[in-house]
T-cell receptor
Framework: DAGITQSPRHKVTETGTPVTLRCHQTENHRYMYWYRQDPGHGLRLIHYSYGVKDTDKGEVSDGYSVSRSKTEDFLLTLESATSSQTSVYFC???????????FGSGTRLTVV | AQTVTQSQPEMSVQEAETVTLSCTYDTSESDYYLFWYKQPPSRQMILVIRQEAYKQQNATENRFSVNFQKAAKSFSLKISDSQLGDAAMYFCAYSGGNTGNQFYFGTGTSLTVIP
């Protein structure tokens, strides 16, 4: 969907380096989410935001931090990338019930 | 936390036939929503169908329909007249009734469509 974009689409990085993934929305939604997708686990919530500078942890938040300085941008940072963080990362927005998430196109991150 | 279970890691169906994907969930909430998402090889997550828990009528979207059994906490997806383009990973998802509620996803079912 045109209302949400993620960058980069692919990234390879070395163990121990910091990495930042970006999510940008044009829908002005309050809630934004970061998920990771791994085989056998489905999608699991990393962090979410319910407004500018308002964020909270999900079930797999260790090793990740987020920031939201503007409504439209939600950044996910891996402070020091590890091989266990090799995954596909999705950003999502949600207009509220009964509507479902709108997802970004995902970022495939490989940590070598 | 709510849990969503998809017990079929892989399924296959002949083109033009019908297939049903299973999903069960666990919740103590009375107000919630259920969704099926499709993820083709392009990786894009596409909403297929949604069901509001307070509605008794099963949702339908063209060839896609659900069998929602609230008491049994079951939410299966039926795909009729399967097409090659239906081949994808399918995820069942649950969300509580409040605006900020996160989604909980199942582990997915990989559907193969055989020509």
């Amino acid at each position: 969907d045109a209302g949400i974009t993620q960058s980069p689409r692919h990234k390879v990085t070395e163990t121990g380096t910091p990495v930042t993934l970006r999510c940008h929305q044009t829908e002005n939604h309050r809630y934004m989410y970061w998920y990771r997708q791994d085989p056998g686990h489905g999608l699991r919530l990393i962090h979410y935001s319910y407004g500018v500078k308002d964020t909270d942890k999900g079930e797999v938040s260790d090793g990740y931090s987020v920031s939201r300085s503007k409504t439209e941008d939600f950044l996910l940072t891996l402070e020091s990338a590890t091989s266990s963080q090799t995954s596909v990362y999705f950003c999502a927005i949600k207009p509220g019930p009964p509507y479902g998430y709108t997802f970004g196109s995902g970022t495939r991150l490989t940590v070598v | 936390a709510q849990t969503v279970t998809q017990s079929q890691p892989e399924m296959s169906v002949q083109e033009a036939e019908t297939v049903t994907l299973s999903c069960t969930y666990d919740t103590s909430e009375s107000d919630y929503y259920l969704f099926w998402y499709k993820q083709p090889p392009s990786r894009q997550m596409i909403l297929v169908i949604r069901q509001e828990a307070y509605k008794q009528q099963n949702a339908t979207e063209n060839r896609f329909s659900v069998n929602f059994q609230k008491a049994a906490k079951s939410f299966s997806l039926k795909i009729s007249d399967s097409q090659l383009g239906d081949a994808a990973m399918y995820f069942c998802a649950y969300s509580g009734g409040n605006t900020g509620n996160q989604f909980y996803f199942g582990t997915g079912t990989s559907l193969t469509v055989i020509p």
